[in-house]
Nanobody, 115 residues
Framework: QVHVVESGGGLVQPGGSLRLSCTAS????????MGWYRQAPGKQRELVAG???????TYSDSVKGRFTISRDIAKNTVYLQMNTLKPEDTAVYYCNAVWSSTFDWGQGTQVTVSS
């Protein structure tokens, strides 16, 4: 089984930046991609950034140009650099497989954007 641990969330003012990390404890060989999802109160979970196994990336329109997904294969880690944060970005952020069957969802990491 693959387990992922998310970290890096916190409280930040609008316009600020955060860098999230997601480390997988098991092999992710065979998954089509990894990505970041978020879920805000009263909203359903949505994919905000994904990276296919060949490195191709995709972003939701709401974060394109502000967020960047990257990976360190040797460390089994996926990152999400979030810049120019907006209050609308407030959510719990999760990492999981993309374009593949998802792993069990973890606790995620809370991102709060507020003045």
């Amino acid at each position: 089984q693959v387990h992922v641990v998310e970290s890096g969330g916190g409280l930040v003012q609008p316009g600020g930046s955060l860098r999230l990390s997601c480390t997988a404890s098991g092999s992710i060989f065979g998954v089509n991609g990894m990505g970041w999802y978020r879920q805000a109160p009263g909203k359903q979970r949505e994919l905000v950034a994904g990276m296919f196994r060949n490195g191709t990336t995709t972003y939701s329109d709401s974060v394109k140009g502000r967020f960047t997904i990257s990976r360190d294969i040797a460390k089994n880690t996926v990152y999400l650099q979030m810049n120019t944060l907006k209050p609308e970005d407030t959510a719990v952020y999760y990492c999981n497989a993309v374009w593949s069957s998802t792993f069990d969802w973890g606790q995620g990491t809370q991102v709060t954007v507020s003045s």
